[in-house]
């Protein structure tokens, strides 16, 4: 049993995927299928995690193309998870595989559901061509079928292609005509070329448009959608020292189809070259050797001091992009930019480079969480202090009408 409080594992179950997205990072696409000894070995560092609430995300590659070690897994966490502890399930998936016995075996086990998704048909055909009618009939499938999972459970992630931007608002749009519950946006790595002023422009009038449809849909409802505008008068607003993303921690680690650990999904070196070879010894402390190694555990103690050695991992007077020093951003604490999506951009040769399409995206965006209206807690709840949403209060006095 260690002492360190590992909560998450993420595990490349294999290289290989159904579709070839243009702008995936994952550029060395393999047959590669991670062995049962080495997942084994994965679970067992997540067993022996004093953490009292641990997850375990399957990924990929395209996981349910391995999904026989998705369910032999499951089996060996019921055999072997200590009494009394927790292990939530995690798939992260492109969809298109999802079957209704893949669906119903999810659903037994209570998995969250991490779909990638880039929304209507003209944006979706950048990641997979006739693939948006296939996720399309399995979110409804989930939603007749699973309805707790859909509600609960179920998130999409859309990556926004520089040629995808015309389609924004209206592939929101589509989410919320869906109803999806949580929706997160990230433009793609490695794409500096092709976010031109014209493209960056067009960006600002499309997240203006997912603004106002995301602010009608919650006084309508009451509900956000959109990750990035959830806020209420509780959060607690960030250090200015805290790490920029969870890989400066040592409470997740991803491990590679071939049993090598590494600090998040973007590191992992089976699937992907880096496009600048002299940045990638940057990233070099943030390997942390095999999962079963004797020296896991203390190797893992050490990560977070590993990862502000790098110096990209924290927002410090060297961290910038185009439109200036990260730290004078009134954004900065907020900001989701990838502290190694330079790693994808060869004409970059500072690690503490920020692209600027990037910068500008995580800029609009937080721009307008500020304006997002903060939603209810807790005690605004049960103190009668929230508005209530529109459809809400109409029903209500149709209610009243009716009692009339």
Known sequence: MSATPLSLVTLALTGACNLRCAYCYQDTKSRARMAWPVMRAAVGRLLESPAPDRGLVFAGGEPLLAF????????????????????????????????????????????????????????????????????????????????????????????????????????????????????????AAGQSAKWTPRVIDRLERELAAVYALARRHYEDTGAVPLVAFRKTRSDARPARTRPVCGAAQSASITIDVDGEVYACPMLAESSRTFANPGLAATIQPMRMGHVADPAFWPRLAALPARARATGIFHVGPRRHSLHGQCIRCRHHRGCSACPVAVLSEPAHEDAQRIPDYLCAFNWSLQSLRERFPVQPDDADLLSGRARLPRLVRELLNETRAARV
């Open 68 to 187: 026989d070690l998705v369910q032999r897994a499951v089996r060996y966490v019921g055999r072997r998870r200590p009494a009394g502890s927790v292990v939530r399930y995690v798939l992260a998936t492109n969809g298109t595989l999802l079957r209704p016995d893949t669906i119903a075996f999810l659903d037994a086990h209570r998995f969250a559901l991490e779909l990638s998704f880039d929304g209507v048909l003209p944006a979706q055909a950048l990641r997979g061509k006739r693939s948006f009618a296939r996720i399309d009939a399995a979110l409804d499938h989930l939603r007749d079928h699973a309805p707790e999972m859909f509600r609960q459970r179920l998130a999409v992630a859309a990556t926004l292609d520089a040629d995808a931007v015309p389609f924004l608002s209206e592939s929101f749009a589509y989410f919320v005509h869906k109803r999806i519950p949580a929706i997160s946006l990230s433009p």
